[in-house]
T-cell receptor, first 116, second 116 residues
Framework: AQKITQTQPGMFVQEKEAVTLDCTYD???????LFWYKQPSSGEMIFLIY??????QNATEGRYSLNFQKARKSANLVISASQLGDSAMYFC?????????????FGAGTTVTVRA | DAGVIQSPRHEVTEMGQEVTLRCKPI?????LFWYRQTMMRGLELLIY????????DSGMPEDRFSAKMPNASFSTLKIQPSEPRDSAVYFC??????????????FGAGTRLSVL
């Protein structure tokens, strides 16, 4: 079964507007971490934001925030005030809590195109 | 601080040749991961090391692939012999595992491998 599901293959957003990227996950662990990465056209993978399963507050990093809804097993990324440089592919990933398992499971990604 | 450094950035080779990809993790990190990214399969974990010891190589596609980490600052991924279906972007990532670390994996810029 897919551990991370990103249902939006591609999205368009107008510059300066906000965009929400969906991510749902599947785990039976109580302790886990959720990550978002950005991959611009140049190809590198850039870490954006992290949310721990026990974190009570939603994570925020500058214009990025994570809408974490534990009961729904969703961890949506919100990018506020979109900029042209935000055009990229965005990946949601999860690390489950087993102490000796450091693997990340990645979703298929969502391509965001910011229009001027 | 320097991030994860991968070399070469691009590699073009002919089928049957040996290919060696190199990675220098972030200094002080104790875990290293090799991923492969293709359009068809997305991001796949091939193998990861903790304290230079291979922990999980279940993602290594076949015996033609091998990885080593002779010390904390260097790892190689070798494909011998290479085949056209090995064409992909190969990423190396490193993280600090244990304690209070959030275990964020930081990625290198990737090696784009083309096997003709």
């Amino acid at each position: 079964a897919q551990k991370i599901t990103q249902t939006q293959p591609g999205m368009f957003v107008q510059e300066k507007e906000a965009v929400t990227l969906d991510c749902t996950y599947d785990t039976s662990d109580q302790s886990y971490g959720l990550f978002w990465y950005k991959q611009p056209s140049s190809g590198e993978m850039i870490f954006l934001i992290y949310q721990g399963s026990y974190d009570e507050q939603n994570a925020t990093e500058g214009r990025y925030s994570l809408n974490f809804q534990k009961a729904r097993k969703s961890a949506n990324l919100v990018i506020s005030a979109s900029q042209l440089g935000d055009s990229a592919m965005y990946f949601c990933a999860m690390r489950e809590g087993r102490s000796n398992d450091y693997k990340l499971s990645f979703g298929a990604g969502t391509t965001v195109t910011v229009r001027a | 601080d320097a991030g994860v450094i991968q070399s070469p950035r691009h590699e073009v080779t002919e089928m049957g040749q040996e290919v060696t990809l190199r990675c220098k993790p972030i200094s002080g990190h104790n875990s290293l991961f090799w991923y492969r990214q293709t359009m068809m399969r997305g991001l796949e974990l091939l193998i990861y090391f903790n304290n230079n010891v291979p922990i999980d190589d279940s993602g290594m596609p076949e015996d033609r692939f091998s990885a080593k980490m002779p010390n904390a600052s260097f790892s190689t991924l070798k494909i011998q012999p290479s085949e056209p279906r090995d064409s992909a972007v190969y990423f190396c990532a490193s993280s600090l595992e244990g304690g209070l670390a959030k275990n964020i994996q930081y990625f290198g810029a990737g090696t784009r491998l083309s096997v003709l």
